[in-house]
């Protein structure tokens, strides 16, 4: 059984740069394409980076393009979502989610990926 855990939320202020882990458990890290996606108040739920099981294709939503960097650790069972100069409209429960095999690059649709972590919030105050 897959299973997604993410951390590294917390309060933030407006510049500021956080690092969100998500660590998968219960198979190889290797296999699956992997996404973040966030959901703000009132808001459905997005895409905002995703990395295809190689790492060596990468997608970012427009507005973090330039700020945020997704990676992977397939010896830590890890992916990253590096996040800098936070603005207050990225205040949101940040999900990782994993695309199982067969996958073919970065994966950006929600229908894509079959397992997904319990999020972690970040706020940023202005």
């Known amino acids: 059984q897959v299973q997604l855990v993410e951390s590294g939320g917390g309060f933030l202020q407006a510049g500021d740069s956080v690092r969100l882990s998500c660590v998968l458990s219960?198979?190889?890290?290797?296999?699956?394409?992997m996404g973040w996606f966030r959901q703000a108040p009132g808001k459905e739920r997005g895409i905002v980076a995703a990395i295809s099981w190689t790492g060596g294709s990468v997608y970012y939503t427009d507005s973090v393009k330039g700020r945020f960097t997704i990676s992977r650790d397939n010896v830590k069972n890890t992916v990253y979502l590096e996040m800098n100069n936070l603005k207050p409209e990225d205040t949101a429960i940040y999900f990782c989610?994993?695309?199982?095999?067969?996958?073919?690059?970065?994966?950006?649709?929600?229908?894509?990926?079959?397992?997904w972590g319990q999020g972690t919030q970040v706020t940023v105050s202005s």
């Open positions: 989610a994993a695309d199982p095999p067969p996958n073919v690059g970065a994966s950006t649709t929600q229908e894509e990926y079959d397992y």
């Open positions: 219960g198979g190889p890290l290797s296999s699956y394409a």
